[in-house]
């Protein structure tokens, strides 16, 4: 597996496989071809259905700055064999195309070329399964924690302090704005209501579900309005983790470096799940998305209260076995209904799986491996209208009614 450094990153939403992604791939095609009078690029799948929505067409444009480009939204059909986020990269020279790649946006933020084969040189991890790291840090009574800064390093901790200021400084920023969303739904920022919504007789339960939801929703709707957020591990998803933690840290005292050790634990989940599966909703539906971040959540906070390690595979399995099937049916391509009301919901879930983890760990019978498996077959068995088109669900009767 690779680095957390590639699952952890800061950058401008609002969507990791739809605007980070592409505005990567753009930067490298120019750097491979500085010569280049123009550039065209040809969208597919999921890229060519919701990318207005969500703004590959501009990222693509800056990434490619300040050379002149061509976007076509292609409406053909891809093979089995291309990702449903598909590109290609024409470079333009003297009238002639002089170089051409296709590249595919696998979530994240992170792209690849076809054909391209793994660095093995970026592989850290050398256990793929959780299965297999529990039984390694048992063996060798280490914590999952442990385990990331052995294989990562020491130096991981300083990537993921300056990962943890950026998640809180997405909380401050959102919490601080109000008004309306870029768009053509013309979703109202509900962060600061929330925050402020209190009430003198407020239950503890209910204060706790309001600032957590307040705080998704700070992060959510800062990426929904390209703002800078931190994929954890997607930027539709950006919202769950932060959250929780920040929560969390605030309501019991724990220290930045308890969540930074916190953070090793749900990165590694994510990676697990990136690896095993997907992460892309373009792929596997928000399941990929939501999912995988609220499981990243529940196995985080299960760390922050050095539960044991069946107990941390107990809450990240709960958390993703409850959002299976989950599909990804953003209206207008936007990433706001439902994106981020999910991210609030996942929040949630994840401190409930964190307190059923506390109790019924040891009555369990799904493993969490098993769990990731069946999502990535769902996901791949889910119809493509249901997987980041905004042909389907929400997005289409919403359509059909406007």
Known sequence: MRSLRELYKTGKGPSSSHTMGPFNASRQFLSE????????????????????????????????APKETEIIFSEDSLSEDDHPNTMDFFAIKDGKE????RVYSVGGGATKYKGELPEESKEVYSLETFTEIAAYCKHHNMRLSDYVFMCEGEDIKTYLHSIWRAMKNAINEGLSQEGTLPGRLHVARKAQFLFNARHID???????????CAYAYAVSEQNASGGIIVTAPTCGACGVVPAA????????????EDIIR????????????????????????????????????????????EMGIDQIEYAAEVAME?????????????????????????????????????????TRKISFDMVVEVMYETGRDMHHIYRETSEGGLAKLYALEE
């Open 33 to 64: 071809n500085p010569d280049a009078d123009s550039f065209k690029v040809i969208l597919y799948g999921s890229l060519s259905k919701t990318g207005k929505g969500h703004m590959t067409d501009e990222a693509i444009i800056e990434g490619l």
């Open 98 to 101: 002089v170089n051409y790649k």
């Open 202 to 212: 407020e239950s503890d339960s209910t204060r706790e579900n309001r600032i957590v």
């Open 245 to 256: 933690l920040k929560y969390m840290q605030q309501q019991k005292g724990f220290s930045d």
């Open 262 to 305: 916190a953070l090793a634990v749900g990165g590694l989940v994510g990676n697990l799940i990136k690896t095993n599966a997907s992460i892309s909703g373009a792929e596997c539906g928000c399941q990929a998305e939501i999912g995988a971040a609220c499981s990243m959540a529940a196995a985080a906070l299960a760390e922050l209260h």
């Open 322 to 362: 409850h959002h299976l099937g989950l599909t990804c049916d953003p209206i207008f391509g936007l990433v706001q209904i439902p994106c981020i009301e999910r991210n609030a919901v996942a929040a949630m879930r994840a401190i409930n799986a964190l307190s059923l983890a506390n109790f019924l760990t040891t």
